[in-house]
Each structure stands twice: as C-alpha cells, then as structure tokens.
C-alpha cells in the first residue's frame, strides 16, 4: 500500500542518453512535485503539477520535461543526460484544500550519469 | 524566500528529549512554519507544521516563539530512529496551496546509544 512510488529506484546510464523517472501516487492528491537532491543534499524543487497542470516550473534546463497524463501519475523525462544531472530525484504529492498541504515524499531515485 | 535558520548537527543520548531550533527572523505573517525529517536512504517525511500556536502530534511537539522568528521542534523521548536530517521549512500561506518550499540544510540528528 505505498503511497508514493517511484521507477526505477537506482539508474545508471551513460552521457547523452535519454531516461525517464516514473511516479506514482495513490493518496488521492491533486498536486505532484519534483525534486532534485545534489551529492551535498541539498533538495530543490524542480516542477510541481496541479491537476495535471504545471505551476511551478523552476530554473531547470529544458532538457527536463515532466509529463502527467492524470492526477496520479508525474513523470519526469531527461533527454541528453549530462554528468551534473547525477542526483536522486525525489518524487512528492500533496492535497490542496485543507490547512496542512503536508507532501508526500517516495522513495527517491537514484540517478548515475557516467 | 523567507529563509530559515539551523545549526548543522546535533547529538542527543537515546530516550532523553531533543529540541531542535530554527531561526525564521524575516518570516512573514501569513508563513507557516514546516518541519520534515529525512532518514538515511530516504525520502523527507513531514513532521508537524504550526503557524502561530504550539502543536502536538504523535511525533513531536512545535513551540513557536512570540515573535515567530523563531520555532524549536522537541522530540520527548529520542530513539535511534530519530537519527536523521531536520528541515525547518517556512511554506508561503496566501500560496493557493501550491507549496513552493525550500528546503535548507537542516540538521543532522545524532542519537547515541
């Protein structure tokens, strides 16, 4: 019963490939998130969708294309990867109506660009 | 971005309470204060949140400061399962929702046995 998923769980590709992260999230949540944790751990938010809308849209290379084909599912896709983009990429939902909009993290992706 | 504040780490004996503070000073009057945690190989998980009172819930306690620009998280009794990083987050309230929030660099949490 995992609330939030994420595919792969480690990826290791070579330069220039193309890759995607997939995410999945069965809380019933309107709002998906995407973040960029760096080998310092800093967390930086990349793109978040509202009802499969995108409203925030961070400064990241537009190398990066997050797709959500429903409120369930946000998927990340990075074409031309480059050493820099090696990071876990986290995952995240949340509800907006209510007063607590606490996110939901999954477990993360680990991504190795050789 | 109202920034926050932490020291970088923190060691506590097992089962004696921490508390862990945060330094908000240009926090705005419609912020609320965040915490979240991330354990080692993991995703940050939420903590408790609060924007003007103290909170409770089952796995900390918020004390907010009079002024606001300050907030300290207190867990009661430490286990070693509480052995992760700390964010304190300030999360815009007027925001429709849609959280922008940023995370620092939080505090690493030791627990010794």
């Known amino acids: 019963d995992t609330a939030v998923s994420q595919t792969p769980k480690y990826l290791v590709t070579q330069m220039g490939n193309d890759k995607s992260i997939k995410c999945e999230q069965n809380?019933?949540?309107?709002?998906m998130y995407w973040y960029k944790q760096d080998s310092k751990k800093f967390l930086k938010i990349m793109f978040s969708?509202?009802?499969?809308?995108?409203?925030i849209n961070e400064t990241v290379p537009n190398r990066f294309s997050p797709k959500s084909p429903d409120k369930a599912h946000l998927n990340l896709h990075i074409n031309s990867l480059e050493l820099g983009d090696s990071a876990v990429y986290f995952c995240?939902?949340?509800?907006?109506?209510?007063?607590?909009?606490?996110?939901?993290f999954g477990p993360g992706t680990r991504l190795t660009v050789t | 971005d109202a920034k926050t504040t932490q020291p970088n780490s923190m060691e506590s004996n097992e089962e004696e309470p921490v508390h862990l503070p945060c330094n908000h000073s240009t926090i705005s009057g419609t912020d609320y204060i965040h915490w979240y945690r991330q354990l080692p190989s993991q995703g940050p998980e939420y903590v408790i949140h609060?924007?003007?009172s103290n909170v409770n819930n089952r796995m900390a306690s918020l004390a907010i400061a009079e002024d606001r620009k300050s907030s300290t998280l207190i867990l009661h009794r430490a286990t070693l399962r509480d052995a992760a990083v700390y964010y304190c987050?300030?999360?815009?309230?007027?925001?429709?929702?849609?959280?922008?929030?940023?995370f620092g660099t939080g505090t690493k949490l030791q627990v010794i046995p």
């Open positions: 995240a939902s949340s509800l907006t109506s209510g007063s607590s909009y606490e996110q939901y």
């Open positions: 987050i300030l999360r815009v309230g007027n925001s429709g929702g849609y959280q922008k929030v940023t």
């Open positions: 809380l019933g949540h309107d709002t």
């Open positions: 969708y509202n009802n499969k809308e995108l409203i």
């Open positions: 609060g924007l003007t």
